[in-house]
């Protein structure tokens, strides 16, 4: 898969996780050792990879002018008017 299309679909994923309800795997641990928030990237890796296997390219494509052309405002403005309750 090109790496800027893989870019793009993990963008798209990464938008969707808070509405999935996919918390426990995004949600960051502290380390007290180092101060910092640390991810298990591995897991959140191979999550995407599973979830990219499903993914019709297609569709990806036809969307993806709208995601490139479209400011950050917008795109979570649709992402919130999408979430239910």
């Known amino acids: 898969m090109e790496l800027v299309n893989k870019a793009l679909i993990i963008t798209v994923l990464t938008l969707q996780l808070p509405m999935s309800g996919v918390k426990a795997l ?15 990237r591995e897991r959140i890796i191979a999550s995407i990879d ?6 019709n390219r297609g569709q990806v494509k036809a969307k993806e002018a709208l995601i490139l052309n479209a400011n950050i405002e917008d795109i979570q403005a649709l992402i919130q008017s999408k979430r239910p309750g």
């Open 50 to 55: 599973k979830q990219l296997i499903n993914i």
């Open 26 to 40: 995004t949600s960051p641990k502290y380390d007290s050792m180092e101060g910092t928030v640390v991810y298990d």
